[in-house]
């Protein structure tokens, strides 16, 4: 067994997970202080995860995600299990970096016309925050089909016999390969926390206050 995923990469993908799933209620529903709120909380994570992209665990580290065309297809034919991301999963992750970050940076720039506006709708004119409105109600789609492919994706492996979940739940896979430099995952933590008090201070104040 070789540890492959420190304890923020595990964390951060399901509160990802949990994160994106009460997002996409809420905004459907116009439950927007809740929406804000936790828009805030997922806009530090993902700030938390690029920063451990680049202090992080080997596994973690963004250098990591970028492999040539000619290893990705030989990747997706695989029938090992792999130490980390396997290159055409790392193609799947950066997918995921680019689709969170364009529909958070977005609502941040999005309002409904009545109540609610972004804290940065107050910046740029008025047909930008159109523009970046229709980004969002469009991009969620594209967020959708990717969430759908990635699960498929994992299914399939399963299929091949490579459970990819248990690691991600455990921290450890079933190959014994040379192990990964790893970092404490509560120093990730801990900057995580950092950034929401921040975040939450200076936009979440009103969100948070009407629904506490
Ligand atoms: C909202 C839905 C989801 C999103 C946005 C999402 C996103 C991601 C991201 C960004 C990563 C890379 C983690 C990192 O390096 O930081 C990842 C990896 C992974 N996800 Fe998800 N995920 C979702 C749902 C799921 C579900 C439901 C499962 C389980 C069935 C799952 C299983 C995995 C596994 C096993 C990996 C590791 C893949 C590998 O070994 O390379 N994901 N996911
Ligand atoms: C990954 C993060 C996010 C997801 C998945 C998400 C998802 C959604 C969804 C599904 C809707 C409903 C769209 C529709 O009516 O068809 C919505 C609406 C909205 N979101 Fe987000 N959102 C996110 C982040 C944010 C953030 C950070 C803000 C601002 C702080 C924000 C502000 C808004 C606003 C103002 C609306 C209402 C737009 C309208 O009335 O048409 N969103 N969002």
Sequence with gaps: ?????????????????????????????????????????????????????????DTAK???????????FAALKSKSSHTGHNPAGSLMVLAFFV??????????????????????????SYELAEIAGDIHRLNIDILLVAIAIHIVAIMMYRVKGINLVKPLLTGK???????PRMKKGWIAYA???LLVVVVLYIWGQEPLNALI
């Design 1 to 57: 067994m070789t540890k492959v995923w420190d304890g923020f990469i595990r964390g951060f993908h399901w509160l990802l997970v949990v994160g994106i799933a009460v997002l996409y209620f809420s905004g459907e529903e116009g439950w927007l202080d809740l929406h804000f709120v936790v828009g805030y909380l997922l806009l530090a994570l993902m700030i938390t995860r690029v920063i451990w992209g680049v202090i992080g665990s």
């Design 62 to 72: 963004l250098s990591s995600l970028f492999h040539h065309p000619k290893h990705i």
């Design 99 to 124: 689709l969170v970050f364009v529909q958070l940076v977005s609502g941040l720039m999005t309002t409904d016309d009545i109540l609610m506006e972004g804290p940065l709708v107050a910046y740029i």
């Design 173 to 179: 896979n079933d190959i014994d390969t040379a192990a």
């Design 191 to 193: 900057i995580f926390l």
